[in-house]
């Protein structure tokens, strides 16, 4: 029987997670039951949303209990099974945990992946995965972008927010993208056909206004929205009438105190609108933006970078790169060679 570590939750984080929030326990793994099988997983996904769940609040998904491992989206190879449709040596994904091996079934998010279909398996985690999968239907189904619009996007840099910026240049947009940093503005124009890019950093809440009317002297037609606090403020002041404002994420104010939006008397100046995102709500429609974006990967229409750290001992400095910018594409966790 193998043995498991596992990268649990013994305290709930107070602001920026910490060490000592964490422990890296090992055990035997269970003996199966009839219908169940032994995931492997050789890497996982590093999401914003885990801080989330690591907090006792109500959510679209249960808390993190404390003792468990802290929920995250794996990709792994069938170790052991007693289900006829997870054979072993075959690839799968669910909704699990940051641990080496993980007790799957049928059922949920679980599901069989062809690593052969993808130039790398780790796609499964960012451009056919939830990161992919969010940006389609955050985008086209909410935000609804037409041919000729202006579509901003915060955080663009980030995982989500490349691929938006991609997909809305397919649809005919002019796209603007907010990023913190030089080296990430270069990126949004040179890798992700951003027309144009803001830094953020070391800018007041004035002169971010200022930046964006002068970077979309038309007004913006769709707000993607994955950062809040003064960014989410400073773009209201532009929207278009009729605009959209698609909220994405607030990565801004995960580790504190939720501040809220400031201007959001804009959705009644400009008859605008503002709505959430939750990518559980569309699960039945995955197989529609699935086909989509395995092409649009597979052609080179669209590029995701990914962030690979290795080792489950450096899960808690990667996560936290989520929030110091300091990955470089989708972070993602491996755990095994």
């Known amino acids: 029987m193998p043995i498991n570590r596992r990268f649990t939750l013994v305290r709930r984080p107070k602001g920026t997670p910490v060490d000592k929030d964490f422990r890296l326990i090992e055990e035997p793994t269970p003996a199966l039951e009839e219908g169940q099988f032994l995931l492997r997983n ?35 190879v069938v170790a052991e099974s007693r289900h006829p449709d997870f054979p072993i040596g075959s690839w799968a994904s669910g909704l699990n945990g940051i641990e080496h091996y993980s007790l799957g079934g049928a059922g949920g998010f679980t599901a069989r992946i062809d690593p052969d279909a993808v130039p790398s398996v780790t796609n499964y985690l960012s451009s056919v995965g939830a990161i992919g999968l969010t940006a389609y239907f955050a985008l086209l189904d909410v935000g609804k972008p037409k041919a000729g619009e202006t579509v901003l996007v915060t955080g663009a840099a980030g995982a989500v927010g490349s691929l938006v910026g991609q997909i809305a240049k397919m649809q005919g947009c002019r796209t603007v993208g907010i990023a913190g940093g030089a ?13 144009a890019a803001i830094d953020y950093r070391g800018k007041s809440y004035d002169e971010l206004v200022a930046a964006i009317h002068e970077a979309a002297p038309g007004g913006v037609d769709v707000q993607f929205e994955n950062v809040g606090g003064d960014i989410l403020d400073a773009a209201l002041l532009s929207l278009n009438p009729k605009g959209r404002v698609v909220l994405c994420g607030l990565i801004s104010e995960y580790n504190g105190a939720h501040r809220g939006a400031r201007n959001v008397w804009q959705l009644i100046v400009q008859g605008a609108r503002m709505e959430g995102f939750i990518l559980t709500q569309y699960v039945p429609r995955f197989a529609e933006a699935i086909g989509p974006l395995t092409e649009w990967v597979k052609s080179g229409k669209l590029r995701m970078d990914e962030h690979i750290d290795k080792g489950i001992e450096n899960a808690l400095p990667a996560f936290l790169r989520l929030f110091e910018g300091s990955n470089e594409g989708k972070m993602i966790l491996q755990l095994a060679d």
């Open 42 to 76: 050789h890497y996982a996904s590093l999401d914003p949303a885990i801080r989330g769940w690591m907090d006792d609040a109500p959510s679209y998904l249960p808390p993190i209990r404390l003792g468990d491992p802290v929920r995250a989206t794996t990709l792994g």
């Open 183 to 195: 080296a990430k503005c270069g990126r949004l124009l040179s890798d992700y056909g951003y027309d």
